[in-house]
């Protein structure tokens, strides 16, 4: 499966933006799917997975409650709607995708998935 991220940019704390992953060359519902982002200097880390029915969600503890992850297997999409921005949340944002199955509140390690797009910068502003 080929993964294409786009919906980054430029917004002030405190601000909302909708990232989305457009998936081809696959059968998407076959796949948990993922948000993982890296800022500069740090580590891949978890942010949101979503089952492939979209039943099971998992949200890092950092954007609980301020994130949402969705998918629309009909479209082959995955969105992350991200909201009450903090500086902390400025990286590079990658959709990622799996065959592997987590349970509700496991945060899986990026090397859980084999396949990824190329990333979405997300920049905000204090």
């Known amino acids: 499966v080929q993964l294409q991220a786009s919906g980054g940019g430029l917004v002030q704390a405190g601000g909302s933006l909708r990232l989305s992953c457009a998936a081809s060359g696959g059968t998407f519902s076959l796949y948990t799917m993922g948000w993982f982002r890296q800022a500069p200097g740090k580590e891949r880390e978890f942010v949101a997975q979503?089952?492939?029915?979209?039943?099971?969600?998992s949200l890092a503890d950092s954007v609980k409650g301020r994130f949402t992850v969705s998918r629309d297997s009909a479209k082959k999409a995955l969105d992350l709607q991200m909201n009450s921005l903090n500086p902390e949340d400025t990286a590079v944002y990658y959709c990622a995708a799996t065959r592997r199955r987590f349970s509700t509140g496991v945060f899986p390690e990026p090397n859980a998935f084999a396949y990824w797009g190329q990333g979405t910068l997300v920049t905000v502003s204090s």
């Open positions: 979503i089952s492939w029915g979209g039943g099971i969600t």
